[in-house]
Each structure stands twice: as structure tokens, then as C-alpha cells.
């Protein structure tokens, strides 16, 4: 039984056709700068990868160049009717999904009505999930939200300090993201352990380009980094995360920058890539920060320093921690940020084995001594399945890999 899971964005598709049977991923690719200067289509079909550049002028375009690669790659794809599901990975869901739901018209509508508190992701993903349904209309398709692990979060976590009829009338209140990665790796975290998701309070660190750390206790969301919108929380690639609210007021009374250019700003130009000066990318970061450059060392110290603050912040919440995860880009293949965030943290339990946390592999193990209080892993991130699981349980399909 084989599953396409569609990750759709302003200017790209992602895309996988998963074998729910095998429990193997067959191709994942992406369809990239849809409607720019030097688009491309790149994919890995068992391990060999290809890349071409090509003219795709919108997503409907890309939609139909992703279909026609995966029908020329006949050990994936023989023909459409292969297919028995689409899921989708949809950024926010608001407080209106608090669950994967089968995507119907009503569904549609109700994103639709999200749009205003999700202005960067559900306008191009609602265009994925129309032009999937029209390649693709006699099956089932499933929204996968983002959002929907952390509804499990208090109102004393979610809420924000406003007049409380700004959360009543327009929804505003911390919904948090990663979500589905944050699911994919605390389930993980207990099986590598040996444990049941009750009896663990757990940090998550998802650390790419896009930051979230997460509180999980017995396996639900009590609090998260990101907020309203993905821009609270951690220094991130582009993004500044948490600043003073006041600095907004300044930047437009002062510096007579527009609305429109504080969000470009805080979104596109600040976090790792602000501080840095030359990039928003942790490699390169690093690399220039062992060979002398102050701001690229000063990008280093105040992303471990800030993610520092939030794991000792969600210990107190949970009233300890017990397992501290991990992942995504940066989390999986920095040793080095990986030691400067767990530095100074012996006092809760937490104690690394400095030859597994060198490794800098990505791969899932346990990186801390075997008397560390706190169990410390690596756990690769894999969004997709989680989206393949729900899909097949929304669609109430059965598959060996998951019955």
C-alpha cells in the first residue's frame, strides 16, 4: 500500500511515496523556486539521487511535473491508482483541528478561515491540497497538523498576558509548531528507552533552521518555544525569536521602518544569520567561528545560551526532567552545540558521554553516561511517518507496517 505524503509551501513542494506495507520510503523529493528564476525538481529513489532544472511557473505546474516523475520511476510507481492515500502536513490548524481529519469541503472552508493567524503557510498549502485533489480526486486525503500536539498545552501556558478578548475574538494565543516532529521523536525517545511515554518528563530540542523546544510530560505538550506564529521562542536560521515587544514600537518610530519591513526583518534577516553577519547556516557558522570570526562565536554562544534557559525554564514546570531528545539539522549533527547546551547542566542529572556525543552521524542512540539522572539521545527527525500513520488510520486503511 503505498502512501503520498505532500509537504506543500509558498514556493515548493515536497514529496515522498512511502510503502506502508514495507515500512520503507521509496522516493522523496522536492519541486523548488516554483514560479522563480532557476526552478528545479530534485529526488532519491532508493538512495540514487537526481536533480534537474526546469521552468514551473505555479503549483498546479509543479503538481503535474511531481506525478509525472513518480510515473516514470516505475519500481516506485507503475501507474496512479497505486496510490491509496494522500497525507498532508499542514502548518496551523488553529484551536479549530485538534486531531488529523479527513479533508473535505468543510475542511477546506474552515482553513480558509485560518488564513488570517496563518498568513505565511495555509494560503499555499490549501493551493497543495486542491491541486492534489484534483490529480488524485477518488481518494482519500488527510489533513496532518503541526499544531495539533501542542493543544494539550494549559491555558496558563498558551494564553498571553492581553486583554483576554483579543484570545476570544481573534484567537490569539500560543498554538506552537514541530508538532508532529515533536510526536514522532517523544514516542521514539520511549522506545529506545525501554519506558512508557507516562512516566517520562521530556525536553525535546527540534534545531534546524526553524527552532522549537517543547516540555512533554507523560507524553503530552505542556508548553512550547514557538508561539502564535512560528517567529517566539529560540534564535532561529532568519528569525530573532523572543525580544522585547517595545524594540517593534522603536523600529517604526524611530527608524521609520514599515510594518512590512519589521516582519522581513525579524522573519528573514535576524537570528543566526543577523547576529553572524554571513550566514543562517550552522555549518558555515561554525566553521568561521574555529577560525576567529567574533560574531559568528558570539551566534554560536547565544543560540546554546538561549536554548539553555528554556530547558532548565521547562525542568521547573515539569518538576524535573528525565529525558532531554535532540533532533532535526542542527540537534542531530553538532556535537559541539549539543556539549555547549547540556554544559552547565550536570545540576539536573544531565551528564554526556563525550566519545557517543562526538559522533556526529545521524542516527538515533543515547549520548549521555549510563549514570546520567537525565538519559540524553539523538533521534533523528521523520515527520512523514507520523503523517503516514494518521493518514492510514483517518482513512481507515490497514497495512501490515501498521495495523
Known amino acids: ?20 506495507d514495507g515500512a520503507q520510503t521509496l522516493v522523496k523529493g522536492i519541486v523548488a523556486k516554483i514560479g522563480e528564476d532557476g526552478a528545479y525538481l530534485a529526488k532519491e529513489t532508493y538512495g540514487a539521487k537526481f536533480k534537474q532544472e526546469t521552468v514551473v511557473l505555479n503549483h498546479r505546474a509543479g503538481f503535474d511535473l511531481m506525478m509525472k516523475t513518480l510515473l516514470n520511476e516505475e519500481e516506485v510507481l507503475r501507474n496512479i491508482s497505486e496510490i491509496s492515500a494522500v497525507g498532508h502536513r499542514v502548518v496551523h490548524g488553529g484551536d479549530v483541528f485538534t486531531k488529523s481529519v479527513l479533508i473535505t469541503e468543510e475542511t477546506i472552508r474552515k482553513l480558509e478561515e485560518l488564513t488570517p493567524i496563518a498568513p505565511l503557510h495555509n494560503p499555499a498549502i490549501l493551493v497543495g491540497i486542491k491541486e492534489a485533489k484534483r490529480i488524485l480526486p477518488n481518494i482519500p486525503h488527510v489533513a496532518v497538523f503541526d499544531t495539533t500536539f501542542h493543544q494539550t498545552m494549559p491555558s496558563k501556558a498558551y494564553l498571553y498576558a492581553l486583554p483576554y478578548t483579543y484570545y476570544e475574538t481573534h484567537k490569539i494565543r ?20 525501554g519506558k512508557s511515554l507516562e512516566e517520562l518528563k521530556m525536553v525535546v530540542c527540534h534545531l534546524g533552521n526553524g527552532v522549537t523546544v517543547a516540555a512533554i510530560k507523560g507524553g503530552n505538550s505542556i508548553d512550547t518555544s514557538m508561539g502564535f506564529t512560528p517567529l517566539e521562542g529560540l534564535i532561529m536560521g532568519t528569525r530573532s525569536g523572543d525580544i522585547d515587544p517595545g524594540v517593534i514600537f522603536f523600529l517604526q518610530q524611530h527608524v521609520g521602518l514599515t510594518i512590512d519591513r519589521i516582519n522581513d526583518l525579524l522573519n528573514r534577516e535576524s537570528g543566526l544569520l543577523g547576529i553572524s553577519g554571513v550566514s543562517n547556516d550552522m555549518k558555515e557558522i561554525e566553521k568561521r567561528a ?43 549533527g553538532s556535537p559541539s552545540i549539543r556539549a555547549m547546551i547540556c554544559d552547565g547542566l550536570e545540576f539536573l542529572g544531565i551528564q554526556l558521554e563525550e566519545r557517543e556525543n562526538r559522533d556526529s552521524r545521524r542516527y538515533e542512540r543515547i549520548i549521555s553516561t549510563p549514570d546520567s539522572k537525565v538519559q540524553v539521545l539523538v533521534i533523528p527527525v521523520n515527520e512523514e511517518e507520523i503523517i503516514v500513520m494518521d493518514t492510514l488510520a483517518v482513512a481507515g486503511l490497514r497495512s501490515k507496517w501498521a495495523t
Open 174 to 193: 500560543k498554538y506552537g509548531f514541530h508538532g508532529t516532529s515533536c510526536r514522532y521523536i517523544s514516542q521514539k525517545a520511549a522506545e529506545i528507552m
Open 1 to 20: 500500500m503505498k502512501i503520498l505524503v505532500v509537504n506543500c509551501g509558498s514556493s515548493s513542494i515536497k514529496f515522498q511515496v512511502y510503502d506502508a
Open 290 to 332: 574555529t577560525s576567529g570570526d567574533k560574531r559568528c562565536k558570539l551566534a554560536i554562544e547565544m543560540f546554546a545560551y538561549r536554548i539553555k534557559k528554556y530547558i532548565g525554564a521547562y525542568a521547573a514546570v515539569m518538576g524535573g526532567i528525565n529525558t532531554l531528545v535532540f533532533s532535526a539539522g542542527i540537534g542531530e
